[in-house]
Antibody, heavy 119, light 112 residues
Framework: QEQLVESGGGVVQPGRSLRLSCAAS????????MHWIRQAPGKGLEWVAV????????YYGDSVKGRFTISRDNSKNTLNLQMNSLRAEDTAVYYC????????????WGQGTLVTVSS | DIVMTQSPLSLPVTPGEPASISCRSS???????????LDWYLQKPGQSPQLLIY???NRAPGVPDRFSGSGSGTDFTLKISRVEAEDVGIYYC?????????FGPGTKVDIK
């Protein structure tokens, strides 16, 4: 069955960098757009970024544009999020999610990885 | 950016009774395809969000038929015909018409 497993979270100081990964299995990863969504502690959902199935198109949320970079390695079935210049407000659980395609929603989400930005 | 609002933000419900959540967008979500690019998600306590409804009114695979979505343009509604105890959680609407995609603030549904 479909599976998405995020990794790479942890505690990091403000201004530093962190790279998250999402390992996909159980579906043809290279055929689907993929998203990152985050949720600050006790808060709502915030869409972070999306990458097209072939990596040619990338879009970002306003709060992370210029600091975060989404990428994918279709040969390794892996989605990545490079996070630079981290701020306290980037503290959140980060979820990767699979787009079902044809504007039919994000049909499967991972369990998330917690990023804490603190000195 | 498109701003999404929801009401109410908190909704105590009685099992077996209907429930309704409203979602509004700051601009029309009607695409030239004729579809409204509005999805609904439910985040149950301690779980990752799950897709309920896409393009305004289509139930995702495996979603019970007590859930229905309606609306067009800027006004949308999620209805639960008869609430069950397992429906508690936070419901989010989300627009996918244009990036950055944006979520509503969420509606917390719990049992009275």
């Amino acid at each position: 069955q479909e599976q998405l497993v995020e990794s790479g979270g942890g505690v990091v100081q403000p201004g530093r960098s962190l790279r998250l990964s999402c390992a996909a299995s159980g579906f043809p990863f290279r055929s689907y757009d993929m998203h990152w969504i985050r949720q600050a502690p006790g808060k709502g959902l915030e869409w972070v970024a999306v990458i097209s199935y072939d990596g040619s198109k990338k879009y970002y949320g306003d709060s992370v544009k210029g600091r975060f970079t989404i990428s994918r390695d279709n040969s390794k079935n892996t989605l990545n999020l490079q996070m630079n210049s981290l701020r306290a407000e980037d503290t959140a659980v980060y979820y990767c999610a699979k787009d079902r395609g044809d504007n039919s929603g994000m049909g499967y989400w991972g369990q998330g990885t917690l990023v804490t930005v603190s000195s | 950016d498109i701003v999404m609002t929801q009401s109410p933000l908190s909704l105590p419900v009685t099992p077996g009774e209907p429930a309704s959540i409203s979602c509004r967008s700051s601009q029309s979500l009607l695409h030239s395809s004729g579809y409204n690019y509005l999805d609904w998600y439910l985040q149950k306590p301690g779980q990752s969000p799950q897709l309920l409804i896409y393009v305004g009114s289509n139930r995702a695979p495996g979603v019970p038929d007590r859930f229905s979505g309606s609306g067009s343009g800027t006004d949308f509604t999620l209805k639960i015909s008869r609430v069950e105890a397992e429906d508690v959680g936070i419901y989010y609407c989300m627009q996918t018409l244009q990036t950055p995609f944006t979520f509503g603030p969420g509606t917390k549904v719990d049992i009275k």
